[in-house]
């Protein structure tokens, strides 16, 4: 299947710092990835739709200014937690649809965001 | 917009029995149903998916069965092994993904 590649998987930082995640797709181009946020022993929790070359689409109680989302390319998204505090620790995980067979939607690693 | 239930939220079973998983979903445009295995601290991983104009799905231990009328599909794991101790996650397509609220299946050797 396609490839999604996410990057740091593990993350450790002070309160009040910037964390920035990349995800990329490795193989596909990707017009559209997914953001999401998953806390232990839940679901997954959409953030926001990152559109390449526009906006992106944040979810309802997600703050846009909070959690800030650049698609500058086909193949990369990138989400920045800004002025982190712990309670922005999780785990944050991106996904793209692939534009191939039946456009399935495959996952990045994951990124453990520890804030201190 | 969409809303995906799924049931049990945990299940354990014994080596070799059957596990089945249940989602409901609510918007009869949704059109395409995956399902996603995640081992702890790993991604979701695609495992099976089903399209709104099939019925049901089977790939060796596992299938996957669809009721457009009802609005619910389920996901089966047949002859289950310890490998097969994760959390599932089904999913429902419209316009976007909507996940279910995982399932955390413990298959006790």
């Known amino acids: 299947g396609a490839v999604v590649s996410q990057h740091p998987s593990r993350v450790i930082c002070k309160s009040g710092t910037s964390v920035k995640i990349e995800c990329r797709s490795l193989?596909?181009?990707?017009?559209?990835m997914f953001w999401y946020r998953q806390f232990p022993k839940q679901s997954l929790m959409l953030m926001a739709t990152?559109?390449?070359?526009?906006?992106?689409?944040?979810e309802q109680g997600v703050e846009k200014d909070k959690f800030l989302i650049n698609h500058a390319s086909l193949t990369l998204s990138t989400l920045t937690v800004t002025s982190a505090h712990p309670e922005d620790s999780s785990f944050y995980i991106c996904?793209?649809?692939?534009?191939?067979?039946?456009?399935?939607?495959?996952f990045g690693e994951g990124s453990r965001l520890t804030v201190l | 917009g969409e809303n995906v239930e799924q049931h049990p939220s945990t299940l354990s079973v014994q080596e070799g029995d059957s596990a089945v998983i249940k989602c409901t979903y609510s918007d009869s445009a949704s059109n395409y149903f995956p399902w996603y295995k995640q081992e702890l601290g790993k991604r979701p991983q695609l495992i099976i998916d089903?399209?709104?104009?099939?019925g049901e799905k089977k790939d060796q231990r596992i299938a996957v069965t669809l009721n457009k009328t009802a609005k619910h599909f389920s996901l089966h794991i047949t002859e289950t092994q310890p490998e097969d101790s994760a959390v599932y996650f089904c999913a429902a397509y419209g316009n976007q993904f909507y996940f279910g609220t995982g399932t955390s299946l413990t298959v006790i050797p």
């Open positions: 996904s793209a649809r692939s534009g191939q067979g039946h456009g399935e939607l495959f």
């Open positions: 089903i399209r709104s104009n099939v």
């Open positions: 990152s559109n390449e070359g526009s906006k992106a689409t944040y």
């Open positions: 193989d596909f181009q990707a017009t559209t």
